[in-house]
């Protein structure tokens, strides 16, 4: 049986990636530019960001850095506002926590991750949290999950990892971690074929655990 549970966040958890699209398409639009949905899906399954659409026509990184801190301030404007709740999640992972310890591995700033957790009960689930500012580098590279590997002190081998994007799981498959995508209608457009695992919803995970025994 696997012991651990390293959870993505965005996507997972909480149902958020439209609105990060969304606040990015805003704030691009400020500068006249449009920022297509395949398009950005495009660009987040290679982990490139929002802005590369911009520096592509020529716009200074000050004015990118004044757009990016706008994109964020509409974000943190949606998470306050908008229904984001995924049905079923805390109960998947009341029950999960009978059989294994789980952590979250997110891309996350800390401050939108804090700003969503101020009255959810995904947190108490968890030993850990690994946000963007635990890491030097993002997903897809593996740092982010074999960090989180570390800190439980764990094997590849007894972890498993739950993601909704391709970038995700190239960061999971980099770390030599089994992952298990679970269905996001925002992603579902992406390549999982390296997925040990396609899932409808978190509450399958427990079998997935209990069959790994």
Not at 21 to 41: N, P, V
Request: charged content about 30%; glycine content about 6%; proline content about 1%.
């Amino acid at each position: 049986m696997r012991k651990y549970i390293l959870f993505d966040h965005d996507g997972v958890l909480v149902d958020t990636e439209f609105w990060y699209y969304e606040a990015g398409r805003r704030a691009l639009a400020d500068l006249g530019l449009t920022l297509d949905k395949d398009q950005y899906l495009r660009g987040m399954s290679q982990g490139s960001d929002t802005w590369a659409q911009a520096r592509a026509a020529g716009i200074d990184e000050r004015t990118i850095s004044r757009q990016r801190q706008i994109r964020d301030d509409f974000y943190q404007e949606y998470l306050r506002t908008e229904a984001i709740e995924i049905e079923g999640v805390a109960e998947a992972l009341a029950e999960l926590s009978k059989y294994v310890r789980m952590a979250i591995v997110t891309t996350a700033k800390r401050a939108d991750f804090e700003l969503i957790h101020e009255e959810r009960q995904i947190k108490h689930f968890m030993d850990f949290v690994v946000v963007r500012e635990d890491c030097q580098l993002t997903k897809p590279h593996p740092e982010p999950y074999l960090i989180g590997l570390k800190r439980f002190g764990a094997t590849k081998e007894e972890a498993l990892v739950v993601e909704d994007s391709s970038r995700g799981l190239k960061s999971a498959v980099a770390a030599g971690i089994d992952c298990a995508v679970v269905h996001n209608d925002f992603t579902k457009s992406h390549d999982f074929a390296q997925a040990a695992y396609r899932i409808e919803t978190l509450a399958e995970l427990k079998d997935i655990i209990l069959r790994a025994g």
